[in-house]
């Protein structure tokens, strides 16, 4: 029972893990979708040095 | 020879050494990633797992690598230790209990190797060499590939392809670990540390008493225990053991060996990035918070005015005569400067402010020069950070190596610099609160508070030493220092590679009169700055609570 117990909490560590990986998959996924469509650093502003 | 002559000279000979070792072996680390040529045992490995070696994977399939290879690991260690009775060299152990598998396993994969139990008296030969020592090799390894894919992300440009998870792993385990492994253990089997596969012999003391003394694989574990900045003894008295660590020579190659990787790594990150003055920079930095922490917890236990402290010359309590305050103070500083965790001092008599620099080390996130990988990809972070903050002062657009530091990096950069801070402060906040745990602090006071701080520090910066003084075995502890472990090593692993894969994705920017120079001594203060600020303040409550109430009592 505790083997059960503590195999369940290991995979519940990695599933939460795995979650964090989706989440940071949607925010960089836009970094090469912009870059590839040839805007300039993906926002306005950027691309000429000068912060806004 | 004076106490503060043996200091000098081990700190002259161990810097000397270091610096000897920096441009080869850094050199060598950046050949290893950056040549396309595979080794014969290296393909072999490759068609064993079914990889092909010549395929780059996207930073967020490296990524899954990363955590689906530990997780694998993370099970078959615990499977391991609870069948330890049924394996072949158990030395008659029983099954090391449940929640004390689950916290072992967590954390040899994590790096961190906190121990809750003593190893010669729970753990059989072959879960030691097969089990743990497996461990101490490819959870270095992990570190080292992580910050590599960092690297990438800096010199590639418009691509989500970071490098191949099993490739760089393998490479590192065979090329670099391995070798110098090898080397080393017969340098410290020639000094004195012991290895074979001896069970307890009875041997009678002086004053006539019965006592066990179990040999076992030291010297091939204690070499990759440093070398990695793992830190899990073979004995529970760690490096203080003289068959671990005979004497003050087999003290410094095991200094040596805990700092050449991380101080290496700065070489190989400025070769990589095509400009050497960057590894540099980042190698100043490391330097200044490690002389620095070695000075001020020399000058602390040198200088303690209690009674016993004054008789003895100094604060000897804890610490093992035949190194004497440098040998242990140079210890101190980096095994807490680094993810090692090793001791060869017992951290609990250090001294109350002492014992409070080694955990702000920890703090700090284990940066000067940190554990294998870690602490490079720790201290780029926290330049990204700096260019970030210069960035706003000028209001400029910060870049850092030819990147543009946008949103998307601050937010990958933020989450990792909040990851660790919030796990030790929930953590020690939990233990306090609950009465239950509360009743594991063995020290009333403010040494209690720091004992707590010191456990949940350790574990969620996978440094792994302890100050004792707090009784962590039991389920509550190991379940939670656990899952501490393990948070605390990948997620901040999850927002590198992220910020690998972002900074990939971005086209090269060429450095304009407005680009901050990352290489001058004016960047090194401002990243000293911003590690002081940004990290070290963050915790400056529980300090003062802790080790500084103490200290100024």
Known sequence: ?52 | MSTAAAGWWQAGLLVFALAVSYRPLGDYLAHIFTTDKHWRAERGIYRLIGVDADVDQKWSTYLRAVLAFSAVSVLFLYGFQRLQEHLLLSLGFPAVKADQAFNTAASFVTNTNWQSYSGESTMGHLVQMAGLAVQNFVSAAVGIVVVIALIRGFIRSRTDRVGNFWVDLTRTCLRLLLPISLVFALVLLAGGVVDNVSAAHPVTTLAGQQQSVTGGPVASQEVIKELGTDGGGFYNANSAHPFENPNPVTNLVEIFLILVIGVALTRTFGRMVGDKRQGYAILAVMAAIWVTSTAAISFFESGHHSAAALAAGGALEGKEVRFGIPGSSLWVASTTLTSTGAVNTAHDSLSPLGGGIAILNMMLGEIAPGGTGSGLYGIVVLAIVTVFVAGLMVGRTPEYLNKKIQPREMKLASLYILTTPALVLIGTGLAIALPGERAAILNPGAHGLSEVLYAFTSTANNNGSAFAGLSVNTVWYNSVTGVVMLLGRFLPIVWVLALAGSLAAQRTVPASAGTLPTHRPLFVGMLLGVIILVVALTYFPAQALGPLAEGLR
């Open chain 1, 1 to 52: 029972m505790p083997d059960v117990a503590f195999i369940v909490l290991t995979i519940v560590v990695f599933a939460v893990l795995a979650l964090a990986v989706r989440g940071v998959e949607r925010l960089v996924g836009q970094a090469l979708k912009s870059e590839r469509a040839d805007l300039p650093g993906g926002g306005p502003g950027a691309g000429d040095g000068v912060a806004r």
